[in-house]
């Protein structure tokens, strides 16, 4: 009985010492620094890498390539650096992507969403119909919820047959 009540005020102390240790504030952190895209810099990155099949204002003219302009631009960086790490399989992509650095990728995204995008049109007018109203339906503004810009593309920017 000893030994249980010893095992007993041992458990509870530690839990005491355990809460109270991680209770303690923490010392506060340094404001992680934000570094604002260079447009210029996006600019000319895109006109060398990306603007021959994207469009030189990130409206490709091309079915089978993505609109870029007036899409989120988190979605874009995360989209280039899933190609630059492989995740994402396309061979042209990835090999644009693996010449760019971080900093290269957040200004091209900022830069393409900064651009007006252009009415297009698609073939598959039943597709069309179910993405419009799937968009209405979702989000009225056509613009994904600023919680998932990262992981979903701005689809009024977005060809339907790009969505896949």
């Known amino acids: 009985m000893k030994l249980l009540v010893t095992y007993f005020f041992a458990a509870l102390l530690s839990a005491t010492a ?6 303690a504030p ?3 952190a340094a404001p992680a620094k934000v570094v604002k895209p260079d447009l210029v810099a ?10 021959a099949c994207h469009g030189a204002d990130g409206n490709s003219g091309t079915p089978v390539n993505p ?12 989209q280039l650096q899933e190609f630059k790490a ?7 992509m990835q090999g ?6 971080d900093a290269d990728m957040k200004n091209i995204a900022f830069w393409a969403a900064s651009k007006k995008i252009k009415p297009g049109f ?11 109203a799937f968009t209405v339906a979702a989000w009225p503004t056509g613009k994904s919820p600023p919680a998932l810009a990262a992981t979903a593309p701005m689809v009024r920017a977005t060809r339907c047959n790009t969505l896949a």
């Open 18 to 23: 355990l809460s109270s240790h991680a209770a």
């Open 26 to 28: 923490a010392a506060p």
């Open 42 to 51: 996006g600019e000319a990155k895109f006109t060398a890498a990306c603007a």
């Open 67 to 78: 609109k870029l302009a007036q899409q989120h631009p988190e979605y874009l960086v995360k």
């Open 86 to 92: 492989g995740i994402r399989k396309n061979a042209v």
């Open 96 to 101: 644009f992507a693996s010449q760019l650095s």
């Open 122 to 132: 698609a073939n598959d007018k039943e597709l069309v119909a179910w993405v419009s």
